[in-house]
């Protein structure tokens, strides 16, 4: 089944910044999205905790940092970002109200699609799809389900899209259950050619694969930005460290590489060769998007230079034009 028509090729990925109903319904009106992704969530919501779940955009020259209101800073002076966060705390079926609410609503009538991403245990997961399949049959838009197997922010809790083992489990429970919407797995950054060749051999296991397409790439965990006073890190997180993920212009060349590397393994098996990919890492520019889409990606999604510069920047991002604050 393979990925709704995206037109124009760019949307949102997974991000603190499409979190709420008012987030979702932005950037479905916006008309230089061609589809919204909701944040990640679970059946029940995540526990989300303001004191140790944050966000902030910093310079990689500088390693000034800054934790102000999003929209108000420059793309040049913090092309960076980096998270603690964990899952949304709104429940699944939140989503899906919202979802139902805010197409019913529009005055365009388009046929934008929502990619409701999801995680939880394999059961938990494919309950997710079932309760998404549902709203798909009543609703007059195209929706797909994103699983999000790459988090590095969840303590004792590794992504299982590293681990062959722990991604067989996903797969054989999505298998089972009736596939009626499109189904995809965004997946970490990988580093070295074992990681590739484990998604791709476990995805090529016990039968056709129930994956369309692959959201590539999550951040990169395990990283640390340290504020400009006395060496502490910038950000509280779950552990006491201060480690999170990195995302944003430090990210894009990583983003580039598994792009292109996933391309070419699934390009390699005919059997997994309509599998199609949305390309997320670093994208802020015109540039950006053309590079992403050179190595293979058939959309395009934004997350930092969203949370930093707003709606705009998707005009700026496909016209390249400079953002405004309208």
Known sequence: MPLPTIDPPLLNSANPWCSTREDLE?????PHTGAVTTRTSLLLGFPHDPSIHQHAFFSTQSQTAT?????TISGKEYPASLNTLGYSPTPIDTYLTWIEHIV???PHKRRKPFIVSVTGSPKEVAECYSRVAALAARIPIPLAVEVNLSCPNIA?????????????EYLDALRDIPRT???GLKTPPYTYAGQFKTLIDTLRENGPSPIDFITATNTLGSCLVLGPEQNRPLLPS??????????GEPLHPLALGNVST???LLDEHVELRDIDII???GVSDAAGLSRMQAVGAKVVAVGTALGREGLPVFAKILHGTKTSKL
């Open 156 to 168: 004792n809790k590794p992504p299982p899209a590293y681990s062959g083992s722990a991604l067989k």
């Open 262 to 264: 996933l391309r070419q």
């Open 67 to 71: 934790t102000a209101p999003d929209y």
């Open 26 to 30: 932005a950037l479905y009106a916006c």
């Open 238 to 247: 779950a552990a006491g460290t201060g480690i999170g993920g990195l995302a």
């Open 181 to 183: 919407v499109s189904l």
């Open 279 to 281: 390309g997320v890492g």
């Open 104 to 106: 019913d609503a529009s």
